[in-house]
């Protein structure tokens, strides 16, 4: 048995609406071998893995799974149940998975849901060993794998004060992305996201922080002018000054570095020079500069201030150990750390006790030593400061915190100018005014840790961050941006294109991404396919963006899963014979439901815009759950319009060449056909079909028919707007068109308009694509027979296949379509091949260029326009057929003028 892939889906998927491990797994011999022939089979998965019991399966009950063991079940499947458990037995909760044979003999797809990827990835490697052990009739230890899954988790999760930070905009719907491996996290999208690191807000003052890391600068603002009682002190930078500053304020004193966090180099209880010499060697060895401040007998409390207000006060100890009369204060630690409350760092709720230089200087100063026993119930401080993050331990105080007190430290908070603060203070009690003298703010914290708030050692927790997620998204205020994603097999880069330009005429920032690159607001931001989750995601992580629209192929679906969790606006255009053999997709009916993940992720409130035409149409409608959909159709008889309507739903129709809105209670008029540029009068029925979807697109995004038709009327096939997509290029004599018709649904939707267009021959230059099976580009070929005179054959996109193997066979499909050799031309060169072809055009013929580098192919064209027919170079002014524009609008009209005299 052996892992033949394994990836993580990371959004809505063919399998899940939540993230999965997708993974396919060979069997091998073991296809012939359920678990019901295994001797003991049963038996020792059950001592193995006690907890399998808990599994459902398909029997729905307790017990489910080991029933369907005892019956008989593949090796596949024991690995999903068992790469579930792996991760609910390292605390990482989840339930769901799914085994699919495949037409492969002993080859399965096994999907099951992750919390955490690189545990979700693991565990599916330890779970094919351990179940191949199984299945040879050894029983593995899962403990240490338990362990590896666990300290992953540890690792790579957020730390406390982010994960409840997190966790609670979740609760109220609104997304988040990790932007790096640690704590950088944005909340939202587009131009209502909000960024956090930690705890540190992205509006959080740059000065603010700035003074709070300083704590001298923080005292003498503090007490110089605004009246808050701090412990005297000063910051030195050598042994002898600190020792006269020792004198001028006298012992007990702390010495602490002047810059630094979670109490590292801070001694305090400094009774004399001796100490005070250790202490500045500890605190120096952190900062150069060290403060010298009174040391203030009292409790040590910790104030935190979110958005002006005090929301939370916690009573600190430091880490200790308490004797019990036998162990020594190192197996005392060591005790004290195996509690599962404790983890390195910020993992945990409590951080474990880490030995230094601190705990030696304190045990020292108390003749006790790591090897000392302390008697029963002795405590002994292991840390001169309480922080939580050195190992102390906190009590919730936030209801004893006394009037004058809270305002003080709301009052500290707009002196610093932090929206999140700790405030460290020293007092006998919150429960009376403060005394000057006897109690005193130490430091502020610009980023202070929630944890000792969220998860006491005793007292109340306070979920801190719901106040951290009100300031952030005030009530009422947005968190996520409309989103439109289109799907299909044809058409949706224009689609997507043509939805954008509708938003972009109508004052929206739009952020597109697409098989061509991403846009941000109508500027390209990277050239690439970015059709699947990474364009989706630097649309969404961009502080511009109001509205996305997101193209989706199928590639992208199948290798990470979407990029959004959902969309406003689902669209799904057509569903064609492409793509097929690749990803387990092996039918149009697979590659239907694969294109139904986009509308399934509408949100119960948006919209299905689905294609009525089209063959698959219930499939599609099916999918799209409690979302309205907006029907489309050329057809304005299609039967499927009027239940639609019943339902109070609209649909997006043609009829009497008009683009037309239907409603339950009436019709209205868009625009007429003869108006829209990439409609050429009607007779580019596929461009057609793109209008009334991204019609229908804009209609559910709120905008009234004005506005769609400002958009449709001013978006044209150019170059500049849609490039390599039916880019049609005045020649002179002939006329060039650059298009990525790449598939036989494509070439049999533009066939007639090409022909229509052609006053003589039709010359195409074109490859088929290697990665689709043999009979599909032997289909592309025999659909290019009945549109084409001339072929010129490259091989741009042969993928896995040999050179020149791809070409093969689509010259076999032009071959069994009719052609005979002198009508096919093979230059593997894609750059060469359309040389060729353009030289060949003569008077009245259409050169059809595929292009699979489409900016190379545009760029050859126009150069051979301006250099070999000598024409000129395209500008963008005024007259026929010299800039992108005119262009369009020239052969439109002669397309207009053809229908016309038909």
Same mark, same amino acid.
């Given at each position: 048995m052996r892992i033949v892939e394994i990836r993580a889906l990371r959004g809505p998927n063919l399998y899940s609406g939540f993230p999965v491990i997708f993974m396919k797994v060979d069997i091998g011999a073991l296809e012939d071998s359920p678990t019901d022939v295994i001797s003991g089979f049963l038996e020792n998965i059950g001592e193995?893995?006690?907890?399998?019991?808990?599994?459902?399966?398909? +029997?729905?009950? #307790?017990?489910?799974?080991?029933?369907?063991?005892?019956?008989g079940t593949w090796a596949a499947h024991v690995v999903e149940h068992v790469a579930i458990e792996l991760q609910c037995l390292a605390q990482t909760e989840v339930g769901f998975g799914k085994t699919v044979s495949t037409d492969t003999r002993g080859v399965y797809n096994v999907v099951y849901r992750y919390r955490n990827e690189k545990v979700g990835l693991r565990a599916g490697v330890f779970a094919v060993n351990i179940v191949k052990a199984l299945f040879q009739g050894e029983i593995t230890d899962v403990q240490p794998y338990v362990g590896v899954l666990a300290r992953i988790q540890e690792l790579d999760q957020y730390g406390p004060s982010t994960q409840?930070?997190?966790?609670?905009?979740?609760?109220?719907?609104?997304?988040?992305?990790?932007?790096?491996?640690?704590?950088?996290?944005?909340?939202?999208?587009?131009?209502?996201?909000?960024?956090?690191?930690?705890?540190?807000?992205?509006?959080?003052?740059?000065?603010?922080?700035?003074?709070?890391?300083?704590?001298?600068?923080?005292?003498?603002?503090?007490?110089?002018?605004?009246?808050?009682p701090v412990p005297e002190g000063r910051a030195v930078q050598t042994l002898t000054d600190a020792l006269k500053q020792a004198h001028i304020i006298g012992y007990p004193l702390v010495a602490k570095p002047l810059i630094g966090n979670h109490g590292r180099g801070i001694t305090t209880k400094i009774n004399n020079d001796q100490e005070l010499q250790i202490a500045f060697r500890i605190a120096n060895g952190f900062w150069d500069r060290v403060l010298i401040e009174k040391h203030l007998e009292g409790k040590d409390y910790r104030l935190l201030v979110i958005d002006g207000k005090l929301v939370a006060a916690a009573l600190r100890e430091p880490a200790q150990v308490v004797g019990n009369g036998r162990d020594t204060i190192q197996d005392l630690i060591h005790e004290?750390?195996?509690?599962?409350? #404790?983890?390195?760092?910020?993992?945990?709720?409590?951080?474990? !006790?880490?030995?230094?230089?601190?705990?030696?200087?304190?045990l020292a100063k108390s003749d006790l030593s790591l090897e000392s026993i302390p008697l029963e119930g002795e405590k002994v401080l292991l840390k001169s400061t309480a922080n939580i993050s050195t190992g102390g331990t906190a009590l919730d105080?936030?209801?004893?915190?006394?009037?004058?007190?809270?305002?003080?430290?709301?009052?500290?908070s707009r002196i610093i100018g932090l929206n999140v603060m700790g405030i460290d203070l020293i007092a006998?009690?919150?429960?009376?005014?403060?005394?000057?003298?006897?109690a005193g703010v130490l430091e502020v914290n610009s980023a202070p840790g929630f944890r000792m708030h969220l998860?006491?050692?005793?007292?109340?927790?306070?979920?801190?961050?719901?106040?951290?997620?009100?300031?952030?998204? +005030?009530?009422?205020?947005?968190?996520?941006?409309?989103?439109v994603a289109v799907t299909g097999t044809n058409g949706k880069t224009t689609t997507t294109r043509l939805i954008s330009h509708i938003l972009g005429v109508n004052g929206s920032v739009v952020g597109m991404a697409c098989t061509d690159g991403v846009h941000i607001g109508g500027l390209p931001i990277i050239e690439g396919d970015y059709s699947g989750p990474e364009g989706a995601r630097m649309v969404l992580t961009d502080s511009a963006v109001d509205h996305a629209v997101l193209e989706v192929a199928r @590639?992208?679906?199948?290798?990470?899963?979407?990029?959004?969790?959902?969309?406003?606006?689902?669209?799904?255009?057509?569903?064609?014979?492409?793509?097929?053999?690749?990803?387990?997709?092996?039918?149009?009916?697979?590659?239907?439901?694969?294109?139904?993940?986009?509308?399934?992720?509408?949100?119960?409130t948006g919209y299905a815009v689905l294609n009525a035409d089209d063959p698959f149409f219930s499939v599609h409608q099916h999918a799209a759950g409690e979302a309205k959909i907006i029907r489309f159709s050329v057809d304005p008889d299609n039967g499927d319009l009027p239940e639609n309507l019943e339902q109070g739903h609209m649909n997006v129709i043609l009829q009497d060449d008009m683009v037309k809105i239907q409603r339950k209670e009436g019709t209205s008029t868009v625009a007429r056909i003869s108006e829209i540029p990439i409609a050429f009068g009607g007779q580019a029925l596929f461009n057609v079909q793109n209008v009334l979807a991204a019609t229908a697109a804009a209609l559910a995004l709120?905008?009234?028919?004005?506005?769609?038709?400002? @958009?449709?009327?001013?978006?044209?096939?150019?170059?500049?707007?849609?490039?390599?997509?039916?880019? !049609?290029?005045?020649?002179?004599?002939?006329?060039?068109?650059?298009?990525?018709?790449?598939?036989?649904?494509?070439?049999?939707?533009?066939?007639?308009?090409?022909?229509?267009?052609?006053?003589?021959?039709?010359? #195409?230059?074109?490859? @088929?694509? @290697?990665?689709?099976?043999?009979?599909?580009?032997i289909g592309y070929g025999l659909s290019l027979s009945h549109y084409s005179d001339h072929v010129v054959l490259t091989d741009a996109d042969p993928r896995n296949r040999p050179p020149g193997e791809t070409a093969q066979l689509v010259q076999k499909g032009l071959m069994e379509g009719g052609f005979t050799r002198d009508m096919v031309t093979m230059i593997f060169d894609e750059r060469q091949a359309t040389r060729f072809a353009l030289d060949m055009a003569g008077h009245g013929d259409l050169v059809i260029l595929h292009a699979d580098n489409i900016g190379q192919v545009i760029r050859d064209v126009l150069n051979y326009r301006e250099t070999v027919i000598e024409i000129g170079p395209l500008r963008e002014q005024s007259g026929p057929g010299v800039g992108p524009s005119d262009m369009i609008q020239h052969t439109a009209d002669h397309v207009l003028k053809r229908a016309s005299m038909e």
């Open positions: 193995m893995m006690p907890t399998l019991v808990e599994h459902t399966c398909s +029997p729905g009950r #307790r017990g489910g799974f080991l029933e369907r063991v005892e019956r409840s930070i997190v966790t609670e905009a979740q609760r109220r719907g609104i997304p988040h992305l990790r932007l790096n491996s640690s704590s950088y996290v944005q909340l939202g999208q587009g131009r209502y996201q909000r960024r956090i690191q930690a705890t540190v807000m992205d509006d959080t003052s740059a000065l603010g922080v700035e003074i709070a890391d300083d704590k001298e600068r923080t005292k003498e603002l503090l007490s110089s002018s605004m009246g808050i004290t750390n195996n509690d599962v409350q #404790r983890g390195v760092g910020h993992q945990k709720h409590l951080t474990q !006790i880490e030995v230094d230089d601190m705990t030696e200087v304190l105080v936030t209801d004893e915190v006394h009037p004058s007190i809270r305002s003080m430290a709301e009052r500290i006998p009690s919150l429960q009376h005014p403060l005394c000057k003298g006897s998860s006491p050692s005793a007292g109340t927790p306070r979920n801190v961050a719901a106040h951290v997620v009100d300031m952030l998204f +005030p009530p009422g205020s947005n968190h996520t941006i409309p989103i @590639g992208g679906i199948l290798r990470r899963g979407l990029g959004f969790d959902e969309c406003d606006v689902g669209v799904l255009l057509n569903i064609n014979n492409d793509h097929l053999g690749d990803g387990d997709i092996n039918t149009e009916e697979d590659l239907a439901k694969l294109k139904s993940t986009v509308i399934e992720a509408v949100r119960p709120g905008l009234t028919e004005p506005q769609v038709r400002a @958009g449709l009327v001013d978006f044209t096939s150019s170059i500049d707007q849609v490039p390599g997509r039916m880019n !049609i290029i005045e020649m002179g004599s002939f006329k060039a068109v650059v298009d990525y018709g790449h598939n036989k649904g494509a070439i049999e939707a533009t066939g007639d308009f090409f022909q229509d267009l052609a006053a003589g021959r039709i010359i #195409r230059m074109t490859s @088929g694509t @290697g990665n689709r099976r043999g009979e599909d580009i």
